[in-house]
């Protein structure tokens, strides 16, 4: 009776141990493929969000009228579309297949084929140096791993805007809602 009850809990603990790296390893396969899920950083509908991204692109307007936008993990685009209709040449990067579809699909839509672009790839391998507007919405320890890229690669100027998570080496210029402006 020991050995057949010693059987089985080495049996349970193989099975529990087999549970437990399959759930990370299907949990981690979506992240290294499609990126971290989508969440939107606001909704149209709520209008102190809409004002306050209003505000936001208005100052960046101001600061650098014919800048160049870039979304970090654009996921639907909708940040892409607001800085297109204003008036920047805008960028969306995104991994997730779908996302990337969905947003050239609105951006289509919209007819600002001209004015912005999504890119299926992986923002990490992107070269900032080309954009004047860097827009992220990733948890605070993304903004700490990014940031030593963002200071090598922008240009001094550039306008780092992160939604709800704060970056630490950049200079708070504007806080409107949950939109963070930094200089970089």
């Not at 080495?10 to 529990?16: G, Q």
């Not at 396969?29 to 505000?55: C, D, E, M, Q, T």
Request: aromatic residues 14%.
């Amino acid at each position: 009776m020991n050995l057949l009850a010693l059987l089985g809990l080495i049996i349970a603990a193989i099975l529990l141990l087999l549970l437990f790296i399959s759930f990370f390893m299907f949990m981690g396969l979506p992240l290294a493929f499609l990126g971290a899920p989508f969440v939107p950083s606001y909704r149209r509908k709520n209008n102190k969000a809409s004002a306050h991204l209003r505000s936001v692109i208005d100052f960046c307007k101001t600061e650098i009228p014919n800048g160049r936008f870039v979304d970090l993990g654009s996921g639907d685009g909708r940040m892409v579309i607001e800085f297109a209709r204003a008036g920047f040449d805008s960028i969306g990067v995104e991994m997730n297949p779908f996302l990337v579809w969905w947003s050239r699909l609105k951006l289509s839509r919209f007819n600002l084929d001209n004015k912005a672009r999504i890119i299926r790839g992986n923002f990490w391998k992107l070269n900032f140096q080309n954009y004047d507007i860097v827009y992220i919405f990733q948890l605070s320890s993304i903004n700490l791993l990014i940031t030593k890229k963002l200071q090598a690669e922008l240009k001094p100027g550039s306008i780092i805007i992160s939604f709800g998570f704060p970056f630490m080496d950049f200079d708070l210029i504007q806080k409107q809602g949950e939109f963070l402006v930094y200089k970089n």
